[in-house]
């Protein structure tokens, strides 16, 4: 949460600067703010669109910070937007990140006389720098940094030193690019692809000085640390809408190569099972698991559920799926030969590196799904499978979704060929994952119709949605994602859990949503159907292509391509996505930037 930005080299900063911001507005857009040393401070509340106006206004400077906000500390106001300064207003710094014992520092601060602007943690961070009798500002930061408890990703800079920023990271992500003349820091690769694809990674502990030539890196305390550049993968164009609405529509719209992608080089026909590079020099390990734990937060939970049912029925290995944010904090037993397996999109989400590292800390084998490579979960695990579904910009989460979902089709291949699956059923498999692409391409031909569905409902105040086995975590996706962009009130269950006590809520106002694909479960979700229609609630049923019984049942019907049980979930996920996006778009909503969330929680 919150994107920072720094640029120090030979280009006009502020240009850059602000569109480093409009890449990383997904993880906050509370407030943004820049500074430059001859263009002194710009700040606006609200999106990176209203900082805009100051690139009119001349200005030289070839060094600067910018940042956008995901209010923490303080309400989204001005005094609150960063970059935030010290007493003299000579060092300025953008944060991202909390810093847990601000109240404390902020009290001994104030009682040496010291007045605060803002409702800030950041602010008594550059206050608690300016403070320090230090020769230089990277002295000044590191004895600051010394008193602090919590996270940060942190760029600093001196009105003196135009030409040199302070880098220095804890918990929250940030990346350094590596130009021709020029350095960049970013809280995502992402927003470096338009100028370069060279990177260093900064480690927890770890604090840079950067000017227009040099990256020195060393740690707090003190050691030089010597890295080696990575490349980043992905182009530039990919942060573009190109010619869709909105980014949650593209990223919906690029299903079927998000599949290609995830299992492009994995698929051995032949043999009847997939080659998974990252988790290769742990197949023996695999082959003995007893159990495994996924962790995960929001839709990378609900994926990891749908893994669950994945990996228990085609592979025999019993998966029980934790919330990262639970996970973390209680109890946990691990029996047998056991794995932690994370899920997560951005790879930087607080809570799952958290469970990542507190099961690493227990000894355990730690495994990732991730997207973004070179983020923390990628990085801290032993081993992992990035799903490669490319920059996802909207914050409603739908193609890492759909990737995360197959690379866990490819994971239950691989162990199921290691323990019960014949070659015969694996090659049936593979054939389904390579014809997958073409029926989501039909799916997605389905969006205007389900546009006018959605118009049909998008007044209503409240929608459930249920499903049963492969698509109970489906029923609490398709519900979390149309909150996530439509802010109606929606609930999604297992079937079966129905009549244990939501029921109640049925009436004619409150619609259903039901995930009705033509499976082992069928009869009792028609079953399910009757008991809701009892109570008089309109019923949307999301079934598969040949079924003529639904049709006649429901009020609504959408029909999908019906391809393997295994892969049904990933082809009925693309209609819970559309529908949500139209509803929010019916109600005038900005899909892509729901209010009160960011896309990478990087808080806790
Ligand atoms: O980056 P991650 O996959 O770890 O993010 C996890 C959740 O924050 C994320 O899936 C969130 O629930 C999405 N906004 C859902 O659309």
Redesign the pocket.
Known sequence: MCGIFGYVGNKPARKILIDGLRTLEYRGYDSAGIFTPRGGVIQAVGPIAALEECLLVDDSSVAGIAHTRWATHGAPTLANAHPHHDATESIWIVHNGIIENYQELKEELAADGVTFYSDTDTEVLAKLIGRQRADTLQAAVVVALARVRGTYGLVAMHVDRPDELIVARMGSPIVLGVGSGEHFVSSDPAALLPHTKTVLYLEDGEVAVVSASACNISTLDGVHRQKATETIVGEAAQLQKQGFAHFMLKEIHEAPEVIENAIRGRLMAEEGTVKLGGIEPYLEVFSKLDRLTIV????????GLVGKYLLEEYAGLPVEVEL?SEYRYKRNYHLGNTAVL????????A??LAAVRKAKAAGILTLGI???VGSS?ARETDAGIYTHAGP?V?????K??LS?ITVFALLAILLGRQRQLSAENGKELIQALTELPQSIQKTLALSSYIAEIAKKYAHTRNMMFIGRTFHAPLAY?GA??LK??SYLHAEGYAGGELKHGSIAMLDAEFPIVTLVPQDAVYEKMLANISEVQARSAPVIAIGTEGDTLLPKTVDDVILVPKVHEMLQPIISAIPLQLLAYHVGVAKGLNVDR?RN?A???TVE
């Open positions: 995960g937060c929001g839709s990378a939970y609900y994926a990262a994370a899920v997560s999109q951005s790879g930087e989400t809570d799952t991730v997207n973004v979960v996802e909207a914050v409603a989460s739908t890492a979704f995360q996706e979390l994602k996530e962009v729901p969330l896309k990478s929680v």
